[in-house]
């Protein structure tokens, strides 16, 4: 039981390049989130999905795209990077058993120059 | 609105107690929630408590909530180095299926 996984766990992008970041848990949860965390800012709401086929803006959408792929799965692509997008980027899932508590990946570290 | 406050720095010396306080505004609060962030890895949720509760204890960890003054704390008795890490405080409202977190607050342990 791997929980929730995310890959890469680093990567650098050139300004304007494009890459998708792919998130996967194994615990049967229909709800899935992608939070960005920055120094000072805490942890944002970029898109989530609570549940197979649906998706939401969360807090900071602008400059993210996601697709739910099938209920295990919850992608996030950014087409066009910058240097603002630099930041830790974190997938989580959740159950609604006790009010929708969430379980986190590793998070994904992602530098744009 | 819905917001959650809590302060960004705590230090502690090992073996005293850590009290990390939260405040949040939105009364229909279904469930609270504490995580914690060790450097380099996700969040992992340490406890939670319902609305209807006033205090919850979990080994080392005691939960205290006042829903009159919207105000919860998270109590670790006899801190240890390990403990060092950023604690988040967090809240679920009822018909929603996403969390409102808090900054959070870095919590130093020193020997």
């Known amino acids: ?5 995310q ?4 990567q650098v992008l050139k300004t304007g390049q494009s890459m998708t970041l792919q998130c996967a848990q ?8 992608w939070y960005r965390q920055d120094p000072g800012m805490g942890l944002r709401l970029i898109y989530y999905s609570a549940s ?6 969360g807090e900071v959408p602008n400059g993210y795209n996601v697709s739910r792929l099938n209920k295990r799965e919850f992608s996030l692509r950014l087409e066009s990077a ?8 974190f997938c989580a899932s959740s159950s609604d058993r006790l009010g929708y508590e969430q379980y986190f990946g590793p998070g994904t570290r992602l530098t744009v120059t | 609105g819905e917001d959650v406050e809590q302060s960004l720095f705590l230090s502690v010396r090992e073996g005293d ?8 505004t939105d009364s229909s609060s279904t469930y609270l929630y504490w995580y914690k962030q060790e450097p380099g890895a996700g969040l992992q949720l340490l406890t939670y408590i319902f609305s209807n509760m006033d205090m919850k204890q979990d080994q080392r960890l005691t939960v205290l909530l006042n829903k009159k003054d919207k105000h919860l704390s998270l109590r670790i008795a006899d801190t240890q180095t390990g403990d ?6 967090a809240e679920s409202l009822s018909g ?12 130093l342990v020193s020997p």
Not at chain 1, 7 to 10: I, V
Not at chain 2, 17 to 24: D, F, H, L, P
Not at chain 2, 84 to 89: D, E, G, K, L
């Open chain 1, 26 to 33: 194994d615990m049967n949860h229909n709800s899935m989130y």
């Open chain 2, 84 to 89: 060092s890490a950023i604690y988040f405080c």
């Open chain 2, 17 to 24: 107690s850590s009290v990390i306080n939260c405040t949040y």
């Open chain 1, 1 to 5: 039981n791997a929980g929730v996984t």
């Open chain 1, 52 to 57: 197979e086929g649906t998706t939401d803006k």
């Open chain 1, 82 to 89: 910058a240097p603002s997008q630099t930041s830790v980027y």
């Open chain 1, 7 to 10: 890959t890469p766990k680093f």
């Open chain 2, 96 to 107: 929603y299926s996403t969390l409102t977190f808090g900054k959070g607050t870095m919590l």
